[in-house]
């Protein structure tokens, strides 16, 4: 959560950063496998990306220019 916390620091103006168990009600209607999990727009961001807070931070930028 660490990197997600960072994330929304480095982009406050364009991300809002919200965090629920995989049981919740809003984690049902994905399938997921692990217990760690990012969706972006609602598509899932590759596990190497959401964890690494160096290529996550370049994957939103891209995402959020519109690239």
Do not use: H, W
């Not at 009600?25 to 964890?51: G, I």
Request: charge should be negative; avoid cysteine; hydrophobic fraction near 35%.
């Amino acid at each position: 959560m660490v990197v997600a916390e960072n994330m929304e620091k480095a982009f406050p103006e364009s991300l809002i950063v919200k965090n629920f168990t995989t049981d919740s009600e809003e984690a049902k209607e994905y399938s997921f496998r692990s217990s760690t999990n990012v969706l972006f727009e609602n598509e899932l961001v590759p596990l190497d990306v959401a964890t690494d807070e160096s290529k996550m931070k370049t994957f939103l930028s891209q995402k959020l220019s519109g690239s």
